[in-house]
Nanobody, 121 residues
Framework: QVQLVESGGGLVQAGGSLRLSCAAS????????LGWYRQAPGKGRELVAA???????NYATSVRGRFTIFRDNVKKSMFLQMNNLKPEDTAVYYC???????????????WGQGTQVTVSS
């Protein structure tokens, strides 16, 4: 069974930092199409950051310069370093990845369980 397990959320004051982690488990052959999304109360899910296997990264305009996405291919993990957090960053954060495993013949899209980030003013 393939899973993405997130950790690192919590409560922080504005201007503070948090690092989110997302680790894949299971029999995994490839780990690609990595990204972090977030969903604030009453809003739709939005892309925060994404990184390709070639190292190309994309950030939402609202987080560029404050957030950094990076990956550890050996540990099949990804991270989101969030600095200078603002109250408007408050949301549930989800990681996602395209994973090729022994279960299916083609890569499948997986989501983490979500982790709450709350930024107080």
């Amino acid at each position: 069974q393939v899973q993405l397990v997130e950790s690192g959320g919590g409560l922080v004051q504005a201007g503070g930092s948090l690092r989110l982690s997302c680790a894949a488990s299971g029999s995994i052959f490839s780990f690609d199409g990595l990204g972090w999304y977030r969903q604030a109360p009453g809003k739709g899910r939005e892309l925060v950051a994404a990184v390709t296997s070639g190292g190309t990264v994309n950030y939402a305009t609202s987080v560029r310069g404050r957030f950094t996405i990076f990956r550890d291919n050996v540990k099949k993990s990804m991270f989101l370093q969030m600095n200078n957090l603002k109250p408007e960053d408050t949301a549930v954060y989800y990681c996602t990845a395209q994973i090729q495993s022994a279960i299916y013949t083609s890569p499948q899209n997986y989501w983490g369980q979500g982790t709450q980030v709350t930024v107080s003013s």
